[in-house]
């Protein structure tokens, strides 16, 4: 089966994002990979007081995205296929844009979000970004 090697599907927590997974799935060659992200808004540590347990809340914070993940890995219905799971923080759009400029990544999987036209103009979408900005395809799924 021809197809791409490595597959970076960005989810944001919604079922919408999930829709994804089984286009990837099928983008996948035989014994691919497929990298989940999660880019969150963890708490900055910029706000936190001083003496504060950065590392404790930090933990507290990423413990429901990680289940989050773990259970969209459960979803994955091809056995052949190497599925890892990542959390990352800051914008999503460049942190997707900079997982994909990474060696290794030769396409990402992602869902578009039915927007208002005023907010899309006055934000952006996350998707728009990728799909103008990135290095490898997109495999762009609309609900």
Do not use: N
Request: aromatic share 4%.
């Amino acid at each position: 089966m021809a197809g791409f090697q490595h597959i970076l599907v960005p989810l944001d927590g919604s079922d919408v994002s999930e829709l994804a997974l089984a286009p990837a799935q099928r983008a996948a060659q035989q014994d691919g990979q497929l990298t989940l992200v999660q880019v969150t808004d963890i708490l900055s540590e910029h706000y936190l007081p001083d003496d504060a347990d950065k590392e404790a809340i930090w933990e507290e914070q990423l413990a429901p995205v990680r289940e989050y993940l773990d259970s969209v890995k459960q979803k994955i219905v091809r056995s052949d296929l190497i599925v890892s799971t990542e959390v990352a923080s800051g914008f999503p759009a460049d942190v997707i844009l900079e997982m994909a400029s990474q060696d290794g990544i030769d396409a990402v999987a992602m869902c578009t979000h039915t927007e208002s036209k005023i907010r899309k103009f006055l934000l952006g979408s996350v998707a728009h970004k990728v799909i103008d900005s990135c290095s490898v395809p997109v495999i762009v799924v609309h609900p």
